[in-house]
Nanobody, 124 residues
Framework: QVQLVESGGGLAQPGGSLRLSCAAS????????MSWARQAPGKGLEWVSGIYSDGSDTYYVDSVKGRFTISRDNAKNTVYLQMNSLKPEETALYYCAKGTGAIARMYLSAYDYWGQGTQVTVSS
């Protein structure tokens, strides 16, 4: 069955960096777009970034453009999110998600499987 396992979360200082990883199994990873989303305390789930199945194109929510980078290694069935210049308001549970097709979409309903999430806390 489809499994998505996130890792790499933790505590970062404001302005610091973290790199999240998501290991995928149970499907042909190279055929599907992948995305990252986050849920801050008391708020709804927010799509953050997506990447095409072949890595040829990427998308970001405006608030993270220039600071976050999504990438994937299809040989390792893993998608990454490099997060730089982190802000306290980005404290959230970060999830990776499998797309329903090869093209990354910027809305949550385009993703059909989700991991358990990894906690990111940005605080001094």
């Amino acid at each position: 069955q489809v499994q998505l396992v996130e890792s790499g979360g933790g505590l970062a200082q404001p302005g610091g960096s973290l790199r999240l990883s998501c290991a995928a199994s149970g499907f042909t990873f190279s055929s599907y777009a992948m995305s990252w989303a986050r849920q801050a305390p008391g708020k709804g789930l927010e799509w953050v970034s997506g990447i095409y199945s072949d890595g040829s194109d990427t998308y970001y929510v405006d608030s993270v453009k220039g600071r976050f980078t999504i990438s994937r290694d299809n040989a390792k069935n893993t998608v990454y999110l490099q997060m730089n210049s982190l802000k306290p308001e980005e404290t959230a549970l970060y999830y990776c998600a499998k797309g329903t097709g090869a093209i990354a979409r910027m809305y949550l309903s385009a993703y059909d499987y989700w991991g358990q999430g990894t906690q990111v806390t940005v605080s001094s």
